[in-house]
């Protein structure tokens, strides 16, 4: 792809992008209409306890992360021959079908389904859009081929998710979803007019992108990223009621804390990609530990109505910046299946957005209060954190043992 103009270098990058930014779409905005969706399709529940509704509703996130981990794998394995182009325009044609029978369904349990055949393309999209980007880039881009694709997905959480939360609010959640779809759709026209044509690996194949999955590397480089990056979806599943129920402002206030999210998950994506791809195991390891001292301090933060915005950003920033990291990581464990890396973290990432809003949503509801989300976050990190050292560690030892080993046949 060296021979493309920069116009049409850019103009594709910004159409791949523009799928990341109808994702960030359909992902987050339930967080912000969190209430709005529980007590229109819980409204018994809701009618109750509005705390427990919304803990309910939460299983709404968990639906979608469950479909993104049963998707990404699956579909990678499934198109591993099939030219890339063609797999990024079917899987947004599948973006629209489900977002609008997410908006269409009409009872709680119908939407849970929906989400999930939703979700089912999410990280097929990011791992083949993001190895397009990269290859649109040249070599030695890899996180920054993600963090292109990923960027659409913080723009939404700058500009798309305040603007659609609030459209939302004022026409209802389902109006808020069909035009999230309308969004997939000209996406899908844009990619097939702007995108170029990529072939599939000639050496790819089902059995090929599966033999990942016999690296033990790659199951815990995943599980990295699905315990450790918890926290931040155990903190952003339930945002709203924060700004709400802890900072005391008012609903008209959640989208501009949305935008404080937002604009800190774009500036810690353009640096986690710009940092991992001159030193991933510091990006990594560094990452970590300032993401546990963020989601700390988030828990006090969030009690003050003007500090609460100071703390939603940090979470974005040190959150994201974990991201193109996190997808580096898995792509350098799995050369020979890098698709499979790819979407694996995606499985990874919404494993991360199941668990951390399910733990969330149960430390709501057993009355530890709308802050506790971040205590859990804490731990999570923690243990996400030993996850990568020894990750590492081992990788190291691994080489020391192969240095030795050919620095002996060379001494006989």
Request: glycine share 14%; aromatic share 8%.
């Amino acid at each position: 792809m060296h021979d493309l103009t920069p116009v049409r270098r850019w103009t594709a990058l910004l159409a791949l992008s523009l799928g990341g930014f109808g994702i960030g779409l359909t992902e987050f905005v339930a967080m912000g209409l969190l209430p709005d969706i529980s007590r229109d399709l819980l409204p018994g529940l809701w009618a109750q306890s509005s705390s427990k509704a919304v803990a309910h509703g939460g299983w709404m996130i968990t639906a979608y992360a469950l479909g993104v981990v049963v998707g990404a794998p699956t579909i990678a394995a499934l198109t591993a021959r099939l030219p890339r182009k063609t797999l990024v325009v079917a899987l947004l044609a599948l973006f629209t079908f489900g977002t609008v029978a997410s908006a269409l369904a009409p009872g709680f349990w119908l939407v849970l389904v929906a989400r999930f055949v939703a979700a089912l393309p999410h990280g097929a999209y990011f791992g083949a859009a993001g190895l397009v980007a990269a290859a649109i880039l040249g070599p030695g881009s890899h996180a920054k081929g993600f963090a292109a694709v990923l960027g659409g997905l913080t723009a939404a959480n700058v500009i798309g998710v305040p603007l659609i939360t609030r459209l939302g609010q004022a026409a209802g959640w389902r109006v808020a979803y069909l035009v999230i779809a309308a969004m997939f759709a000209l996406t899908l026209a844009f990619v097939a007019l702007t995108v170029p044509h990529q072939p599939a690996d000639p050496t790819g194949s089902p059995r090929a992108e599966l033999r990942a999955f016999r690296s033990p590397q790659v199951w815990l480089v995943a599980l990295t990223g699905a315990v450790g990056f918890g926290g931040f979806f155990a903190i952003d599943s339930y945002i709203a009621p924060v700004t709400t129920h802890v900072a005391g402002l008012g609903a008209s206030a959640v989208p501009w804390v949305l935008v404080a999210v937002g604009a800190g998950m774009t500036v810690g994506n353009a640096l986690g990609g710009w940092a991992s791809d001159r030193n991933l195991r510091r990006s990594v390891l560094s990452g970590f530990v300032v993401f546990i001292v963020a989601m700390a301090l988030f828990a006090v933060l969030a009690h003050n109505r003007y500090t609460l915005f100071a703390g939603a950003f940090i979470i974005g920033a040190t959150g994201l910046f974990l991201g193109p990291a996190m997808q580096a990581r898995l792509i350098g464990v799995a050369p020979q299946a890098q698709l499979m890396g790819a979407a694996v973290n995606q499985s990874a990432m919404n494993i991360a957005n199941s668990l951390g809003a399910a733990l969330g949503g149960a430390v709501i509801a057993a009355g530890w209060g709308y802050t506790a989300p971040s205590w859990v976050g804490v731990g999570l990190g923690a243990l996400g954190l030993v996850l990568a050292a020894a990750s590492f560690g081992l990788e190291a030892r691994k080489r020391g043992r192969e240095t030795a080993g050919r620095q002996l046949q060379t001494v006989r």
